[in-house]
């Protein structure tokens, strides 16, 4: 079945960076689009970045435009969330997700920003 496994989370002083990896199977990556999503103690799951599997457009919530990217690599079924500059306010869990298969998540990975 489908599995997305984050990974790549970590502690991080104001201003660093870090890079997330979702390794994905279980449904057709290379024609999907692929999602990540954070989401932050009491709050509700938010949108971060997605990016498409042919043109590999992007998109980005706009608290995260300039200082995050996403990428992804067909041939090995990941997607990736290059995160720089972080600030307090990124500290969540990060999920990543696809459009072909919406209600999959994997158990997400924490990143914690400290001032």
């Known amino acids: 079945q489908v599995q997305l496994v984050e990974s790549g989370g970590g502690l991080v002083q104001f201003g660093g960076s870090l890079r997330l990896s979702c390794s994905a199977s279980?449904?057709?990556?290379?024609?999907?689009?692929m999602r990540w999503y954070r989401q932050a103690p009491g709050k509700e799951r938010e949108f971060v970045a997605l990016?498409?599997?042919?043109?590999?457009?992007?998109d980005y919530d706009d608290s995260v435009k300039g200082r995050f990217t996403i990428s992804r690599d067909n041939a090995k079924n990941t997607v990736y969330l290059q995160m720089n500059s972080l600030k307090p306010e990124d500290t969540a869990v990060y999920y990543c997700?696809?459009?072909?298969?919406?209600?999959?998540w994997g158990q997400g990975t924490q990143v914690t920003v400290s001032s």
């Open positions: 279980g449904f057709d990556f290379s024609k999907s689009v």
């Open positions: 990016i498409t599997p042919v043109s590999s457009s992007t």
């Open positions: 997700n696809t459009m072909a298969m919406p209600k999959y």
